[in-house]
T-cell receptor, first 112, second 116 residues
């Protein structure tokens, strides 16, 4: 069975400081992993996807994530937070049959 | 392309009423999904479809029904609405397959439903 656990429900950072949003996964297969972002009152947008080609994945808006099989983790990072990054972020795992399982979400607050 | 279009955006139902949430996509995607989003719970898969005429249950299907008569449309039916169905509902679609574009989900803007 596939599942993801997002370790923090809320993260607060100051503008210009690094962002770390943590995700652990469980998968019976070699997983496909994703990060989606949801800005207030908006739909969800794909940030990045892990493919087996590279363990460090670069996404949009300066975000990246590192796949660590030994730790079953797929943490999302950004070197320098911007006010516009304030949103809810979801880690997602696919069962390789195009079914997608979402984590509970992490709300990122960016302080000026 | 309009992408994924959901209607209505907001709805209030009384307990026991029924309604259909509409979802249509114009990207010729094979896969379509219905999710519900509850605070602190992420998105839970209600039903999904891999093509016209084929649907299957997700994680939380009870109290809902779907149909997929065309590639474009994937309506979600609520029968005998209950307060536990108060949620935000999202329809999504994807082309399908294992590539980056194949697994990319495109979401509608959501339907906020309250059952009172």
């Amino acid at each position: 069975a596939q599942s993801v656990t997002q370790l923090d429900s809320h993260v607060s950072v100051s503008e210009g400081t690094p962002v770390l949003l943590r995700c652990n996964y469980s998968s019976s297969y070699s997983p496909s992993l994703f990060w989606y972002v949801q800005h207030p009152n908006k739909g969800l947008q794909l940030l990045l996807k892990y493919t087996s080609a590279a363990t460090l994945v670069k996404g949009i808006n300066g975000f990246e994530a590192e796949f660590k099989k030994s730790e079953t983790s797929f943490h999302l990072t950004k070197p320098s937070a911007h006010m516009s990054d304030a949103a809810e972020y979801f880690c997602v795992v696919s069962d390789n049959f195009n079914k997608f399982y979402f984590g509970s979400g992490t709300k990122l607050n960016v302080k000026p | 392309n309009a992408g994924v279009t959901q209607t209505p955006k907001f709805r209030i139902l009384k307990i026991g009423q029924s309604m259909t949430l509409q979802c249509t996509q114009d990207m010729n995607h094979n896969y379509m999904y219905w999710y519900r989003q509850d605070p602190g719970m992420g998105l839970k898969l209600i039903y999904y479809s891999v093509g016209a005429g084929i649907t299957d249950k997700g994680e939380v299907p009870n109290g809902y029904n779907v149909s997929r008569s065309t590639t474009e449309d994937f309506p979600l039916r609520l029968e005998l609405a209950a307060p536990s169905q108060t949620s935000v509902y999202f329809c999504a679609s994807s082309y399908g397959g294992q590539g980056y574009e194949g697994e990319k989900l495109f979401f509608g803007s959501g339907t906020q439903l309250s059952v009172l």
